[in-house]
């Protein structure tokens, strides 16, 4: 039951996190607040995919039986396309600009959270008082 429970919540939040990241990437420019630190939005893309991939890897960690490997591997490649496919869509459909510098801060970002997720795992174990 607390399997369940763990992939329940982990794949609620990912969706969930993946419709944020959606709105705010298609919001027009003018509706986001005016930062004035320097690359804040590759930081943003950067640490929202981050996020995202260290929940996606965790439900593939739970749910499968794939190795260390290839759940950084199947993260990073979602992420490159769902990055990608924001990208496309913002500059054909929500009046912005695609930016491929957009994109490398993206699949960054999935790919640090990928090789995140086993500290964020032993986190959780740690904190919640599971063993492995």
């Given at each position: 039951?607390?399997?369940?429970?763990?992939?329940?919540?982990?794949l609620?939040?990912?969706?969930?996190?993946?419709?944020?990241?959606?709105?705010?990437?298609?919001?027009?420019?003018s509706?986001?607040?005016?930062?004035?630190?320097?690359?804040?939005?590759?930081?943003?893309?950067?640490?929202?995919?981050?996020?995202?991939?260290?929940?996606?890897?965790?439900?593939?960690?739970?749910?499968?039986?794939?190795k260390?490997?290839?759940?950084?591997?199947?993260?990073?490649?979602l992420?490159?396309?769902?990055?990608?496919?924001?990208?496309?869509?913002?500059?054909?459909?929500?009046n912005?600009?695609?930016?491929?510098?957009?994109?490398?801060?993206?699949?960054?970002?999935?790919?640090?959270?990928?090789?995140?997720?086993?500290v964020?795992?032993r986190?959780?174990?740690?904190?919640?008082?599971?063993?492995?």
């Amino acid at each position: 039951m607390e399997k369940r429970k763990n992939t329940i919540f982990l794949l609620s939040f990912s969706i969930v996190w993946a419709i944020i990241i959606f709105v705010l990437c298609t919001m027009p420019q003018s509706d986001l607040p005016q930062v004035k630190v320097p690359n804040i939005d590759k930081i943003a893309h950067f640490g929202c995919f981050l996020i995202l991939s260290v929940f996606l890897s965790l439900l593939l960690h739970i749910k499968t039986r794939l190795k260390f490997l290839h759940i950084i591997l199947f993260s990073t490649l979602l992420a490159f396309i769902y990055g990608g496919s924001i990208e496309i869509l913002q500059s054909r459909f929500f009046n912005r600009t695609g930016d491929v510098k957009d994109l490398i801060a993206d699949v960054l970002g999935g790919f640090v959270g990928a090789l995140m997720y086993p500290v964020v795992l032993r986190l959780f174990l740690w904190v919640f008082g599971k063993k492995n």
